[in-house]
């Protein structure tokens, strides 16, 4: 793995010097990627995260060389199982931050860049009992701060 990694690494690092470098103002973004949700708690019911599919939106400014800042909008899709034949559940998270990012690789082709956000979530969770052909239904929602560390790279085909 070690191995395969610093391949990658210095592939990247060579592809990158072989570009020109890329001046823009602003920028969006849509892309694909995962989410690990934790809820701290003092209870020893489990360990209290959870796996997300997320896509994701960002509309990203220029303010200084290599630095940016924008806003990010993020809907989280849980992996979620249904509990027997009759139940449902479906779980997802829209979350709205504020982001900061450093572009440590800004090329023409490709950029990497790593950066915070912080901003507002909302966990939706439903689940449905199929019960006797009665359907019930039971919905929970949360609001809550949300705190983002990323690291993205961009490759750009146009």
Known sequence: MKKSLLALFAFNSVFALAQEDFSY??????????????????????DGAAFATAIKLDATFEVK????????????FY???????????EARSPVILFLANYHLID???????????????ALNYTRKVLYDSIVSVAKVHTE????LLNAQFRYYFT
């Open 25 to 46: 103002k602003a920028q969006i973004d849509l892309g694909v990627g995962a989410t690990i949700f934790s809820v701290p708690n003092s209870l020893d019911i489990g």
């Open 65 to 76: 060389k290599h630095f940016s800042i924008g806003l990010g909008l993020t809907q989280n």
């Open 79 to 89: 992996a979620t199982e249904k509990d027997t034949f009759d139940t449902f559940v």
């Open 107 to 121: 090329k023409k082709k490709m950029n990497f860049c790593i950066g915070s956000g912080l901003g507002v979530n």
């Open 144 to 147: 809550g701060h949300a705190f």
